[in-house]
């Protein structure tokens, strides 16, 4: 395991009273830091003092090495699993700040990642031996009532987005964890409450600003970089870092929303999920359903049936009519809500302490089998801390062509996830092939691609599989404009022409 032994001796107080290496009694030369850095391809990068304080001194900031005292909070994201050891933190706050560091970053051609929330399950967002830019310090959201326009920073965080547009009656699709960053879900998809009626996220994006990898600002829309502004939409951290992101907002009445839940027990499971699958079909695009067959802790096993509705409770209630029909529910919640409240109650919290891992897929058809396989894997073979979860799609989003946008999957009618999740490490091993080997038996029934978001451990087929007939051309964008694979520390898109093996 890397440890903060030669970086320890680096102190920022000394660096900040411009003292370096250098002492008023004597000069002795420093080891260098090649053990503790490493290059986008894997080599040793030498990493001098000198060099990392003239990083500090071109940026407003902070460095943190592994020598600060806040070193393992700077390096802890969402999931506990992720325990990587990055050379250098830089905490940036503005574009200059981002500018700086990437050049710095091309110059040592230090291994390099970009993190905004932190929540990627995979810890993309770490960069171990290498340089992690951190955008949390360059939060903020500006917003144009009379355009309907929101502009925001790409280092904020989902709740600011909520908070600068819900209590004006305004609101773009959002994801539904008020931690999470804006960069990762605006550049992945982005799927919310509001998604079946105002489209994923990526679709209500007008325009960005990004900071190629060369340290390049640039705009793209539909019409200046439009391949740019294509490829950043579904093609996740591949092409720079968006420093700005422009999103269309739509009038919304956030206390007209209708928030629901039941848990039945496991004898009910296979029909709870039929009624999902034959609701899903009926109900208007202001309703969003999900339903899942999951095993607690102490291995007992419920089915929930779950949504909200962008109208009153009296009027949901008569679309879900034949719910009744599976009796008393062990558990039932029914509430009219307040969006703005919903989308920061159900948060969890901001770091968390159980792994969650997940495999996942799309269906654009319903197979009949569906209900039996997962409840007969559930059934058959408990796992604890084990699920099969279905969230209806379609709506708005299925409006927008396949090839407009890097993310294709448009037909989707639903999304479904095989996960396990585990608070001991020595439980991860089992979950993890539980919930791979639970996928298996569903994957023949989907249209092969999923949401990048929601996958671990991309193989570089499965990355081809998320983008199906788009990655052609997604690869083609990659090689304009990251042609050695700088950011490689994402979802990674292969440059076209490089036979270099992507990197997880
Ligand atoms: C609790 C929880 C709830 C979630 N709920 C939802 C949900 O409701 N809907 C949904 O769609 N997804 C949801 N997700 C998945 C979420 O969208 C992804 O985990 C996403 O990657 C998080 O973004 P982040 O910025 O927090 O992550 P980070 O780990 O900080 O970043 C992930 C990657 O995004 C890229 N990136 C980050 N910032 C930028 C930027 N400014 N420019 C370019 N690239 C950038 C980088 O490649 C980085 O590695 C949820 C995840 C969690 C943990």
Known sequence: MPTPSTFARFDRRMLLRGA??????????????????????????????????????????????????????????????????????AKVTSVEDIQATIQFARR????????????EYNGHGMADKGLTIDLGGFGGVQVDKTKKLAFVNGGAMLGELDEATIPS????????????????????????????????????????????PEGKLVRANAKE???????????????????????????????????????????????????YFEMADKVPNEMALSSGVTTAENGEISVSFNGNFWGSPEEAQK?????????????????????????????????????????????????????????DRLTKAPMPRAGIRFSQQAGAASKVA??????????????????GNWLDPKDGP?????????????????NGGFYINYYCDPTEDDMKRAYGANYEKLSEVKAKYDPTNFMKLNFNIKPKGSNKRASR
């Not at 009626?197 to 325009?207: E, Q, W």
């Not at 907002?249 to 496991?266: A, C, K, Q, R, W």
């Open 319 to 375: 679309l879900l009519a034949g719910i009744d029909r599976f009796g008393e529910p062990t558990r039932k919640r029914f509430d009219k809500a307040d969006y703005l409240k919903v989308q920061s109650a159900g948060a969890g919290p901001k770091l968390s302490t159980r792994t969650l891992y997940m495999h996942s897929g799309f269906f654009d058809k319903v197979d009949s089998k569906i209900p039996d396989v997962v409840v």
């Open 402 to 419: 396949a090839n407009a946008t890097a993310y294709p999957y448009r037909k989707v009618l639903h999304q479904c996830a095989a996960d």
């Open 225 to 275: 970089n439009p391949d740019l502004f294509w490829a950043v939409r579904g093609g996740g951290g591949n092409f720079g870092i968006v420093t700005k992101f422009e999103l269309q907002l739509h009038e919304i009445d956030p206390n007209n929303l209708t928030s629901f839940g039941y848990t039945f027990p496991v004898a009910k499971a296979k029909d709870v999920l039929k009624y």
């Open 430 to 446: 089992a979950l993890r092939q539980y919930a791979n080997e639970s996928w298996d038996l569903l994957k023949p029934m989907s």
């Open 20 to 89: 370096l290496a250098v002492t008023a009694a004597s000069w002795v030369p420093r080891r260098s830091y090649a053990a503790d850095a490493v290059s986008s391809t894997g080599e040793t990068v030498m990493l001098s003092d000198a060099a990392i304080a003239d990083l500090q001194k071109s940026i407003k900031g902070s460095l943190v090495l592994p020598s600060n005292p806040e070193y393992d909070t700077a390096r802890r994201v969402w999931s506990p699993n992720v325990n990587k050891y990055p050379a250098l933190i």
């Open 108 to 119: 040592h051609n230090l291994l390099t990642a970009v993190k905004c929330g932190g929540h």
């Open 169 to 212: 009656n305004l609101a773009v699709t959002n994801g539904t964890a008020n931690h999470t960053g804006i960069g990762g879900l605006a550049t992945g998809l982005g799927q919310g409450r509001l998604s079946r009626v105002l489209g994923y996220t990526i679709d209500n994006l007008r325009s960005i600003e990004l900071i190629t």
